[in-house]
């Protein structure tokens, strides 16, 4: 079975650092992504991290987060700077991950909630 936890760390300067660490019987993490969802809105990708190494970001973080990922402890981060109110929603960390079972499927985990005052 596979698991994704979500945290988040506040830091200096309104940042801050969501965490993804996904745990498991995992044979091998292909891509990562963060996704958002606020209130009355879709769920929308913020941000990925492939395979390959690339990146992708929605056009209304860029410049602003950073996604990043650690495959030795099988982690994404997604750093997080000039915060704004319409930043507020759940994020998700997602990957696409195949398993022991020797099954490639697409775990989700259960949200963050993220909360930017004007």
């Known amino acids: 079975q596979v698991q994704l936890v979500e945290s988040g760390v506040v830091q200096s300067g309104g940042s801050l650092r969501l965490s993804c660490a996904a745990s498991?019987?995992?044979?091998?993490?292909?891509?990562m992504h963060w996704f958002r969802q606020a209130p009355g809105n879709q769920r929308e990708l913020v941000a990925s991290?492939?395979?390959?190494?690339?990146?992708n970001y929605a056009d209304s973080v860029k410049g602003r987060f950073t996604i990043s990922r650690d495959n030795v402890e099988n982690t994404v981060y997604l750093q997080m700077n000039s915060l704004k109110p319409e930043d507020t929603a759940v994020y998700y960390c997602?990957?696409?991950?195949?398993?022991?079972?020797?099954?490639?499927?697409?775990?989700w985990g259960h949200g963050t909630q993220v909360t930017v005052s004007s």
């Open positions: 991290a492939m395979n390959d190494g690339s990146t």
């Open positions: 498991g019987s995992i044979v091998h993490i292909f891509d």
């Open positions: 997602s990957a696409r991950i195949l398993s022991t079972k020797s099954n490639t499927d697409h775990y």
